[in-house]
């Protein structure tokens, strides 16, 4: 039977914390949505800034070459708007001096806070010597990473895993390090770079990470879907933040979601077939407005298709939804799944709990 679906939800609230603040600025919650390439764009990111609770969105991974090359591609990801904020972009690197102008290009547009990647576990980013690679190389990361902070005034993340492998678990050693050279706060991914997105979240090891750094928040991070998840994830670890992808792709109000239940102690469910529909059309919407209809009707393909799983849309719908090729064809698959609504629950009760799968098996070969 479907819930009904202005029932509020409850949970126990959580004692009250001091605000957090990235060096001087302020976070609006400590919630924050971690980068997922390819999804956690401008028209998503307007998207959950609308729902609320958003402490801070980070752009996927740029490359800070690209950057400085000023390639389209890499200045389309950094596109940003008045509401989209505050923001920041996370780089990627293989060349200090790179890294270092990068930031300094990203200050001048206005960024608010660079996000450093040492966490991507993909060959094509590890091989050149970026992401979870540099968890295996202390002096030359620690040089980087000392050099961004020192050519810019903005505040300097940096979002890790736990280590390379399971013998070489580097996070609390890096963390205590970048405390020292200025950077403002470390996000943890609760995994190895060898474990990809198996096996589960190693709480303790984000808790070392804790017990570390002196004063800087630590972001604990992996697979937070609930309120439930995050208050273990932050009981457990101690960490003062935390960041949400996946869940936030399934759920895009867990955010509101977070800050209901933290002012007091109940929150609203996610939204039905019906509010995501109207979401999904609205970020459609705004893909239109940055890259016209042709490329956002192509670029909107990938959304589409976890939307509309989420919503539990029949396969044969979903497939016509992916060959729709003009503004007609669009609206018209539309059309036919709202009529239809979804294969289990109905169009205005709660859908049932989805998660978004990640790439499997061994990392090399994603
Ligand atoms: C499709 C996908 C793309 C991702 N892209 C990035 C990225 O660009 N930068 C990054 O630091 N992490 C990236 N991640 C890792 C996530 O930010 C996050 O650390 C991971 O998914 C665990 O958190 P979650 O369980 O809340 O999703 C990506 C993960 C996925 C599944």
Not at 131 to 136: E, I, L, P
Not at 141 to 154: C, F
Request: charged share 25%.
């Amino acid at each position: 039977m479907a819930t009904d679906i202005t029932t509020k939800r409850t949970y126990p609230k959580p004692e009250a914390k001091a605000p957090i603040y990235y060096g001087p600025l302020k976070l609006e919650s400590r919630y924050l949505l971690s980068p997922l390439a390819g999804f956690t764009n401008l028209s998503f990111r307007r998207i959950v800034r609308q729902f609320g609770g958003v402490g801070l969105a980070t752009t996927d991974l740029v490359n800070s070459r690209g950057l400085l090359a000023g390639s389209h591609r890499t200045m389309k990801l950094i596109e940003t708007c008045p509401e989209d904020s505050p923001f920041a972009v996370q780089i990627f690197g293989n060349d200090t001096v790179m890294m270092r102008d990068a930031a300094q290009l990203l200050e001048a547009r206005g960024v608010h806070s660079i996000d450093i990647n040492m966490g991507c576990p993909v060959d094509r980013i590890t091989n050149n010597g970026g992401g979870a690679s540099m968890m295996c190389r202390r002096d030359w990361t620690l040089d980087m990473v000392q050099g961004v902070v020192e050519a810019v005034s903005i505040p300097i993340t940096v979002k890790m895993r736990l280590g390379w492998d399971s013998t070489q678990i580097t996070a609390p050693l890096f963390a205590r390090e970048f405390e020292k050279i200025g950077v403002v706060a470390v996000a943890i991914h609760g995994r190895t770079r060898e474990q990809g997105f198996t096996g589960n979240v190693d709480h303790d090891g984000i808790r070392q990470v804790v017990e570390a750094v002196d004063e800087i928040p630590v972001v604990g991070n992996g697979d937070i879907k609930t309120v439930a998840d995050a208050d273990y994830m932050m009981k457990v670890t101690g960490c003062q933040v935390i960041s949400i992808g996946r869940g936030a792709l399934a759920n895009p109000w867990i955010f509101r979601q977070l800050v209901q239940w933290e002012e007091t102690g109940e929150y609203d469910p996610p939204g039905n077939f019906v509010e995501r529909l109207e979401l999904l059309r609205r970020q459609f919407g705004y893909m239109e407005e940055q890259h016209g209809t042709k490329n956002a009707i192509i670029t909107f393909r990938k959304m589409g298709h976890w939307y509309l799983k989420s919503m539990r849309v029949r396969a044969a719908l979903r497939h016509q939804f992916q060959l729709a090729r003009t503004i007609d064809e669009f609206e018209a698959a539309l059309a036919e799944i709202a009529e239809e609504g979804p294969t289990r629950g109905t169009k205005t009760g709660e859908l049932p709990e989805w998660h978004i799968p990640v790439p499997s098996g061994p990392v090399e070969r994603w």
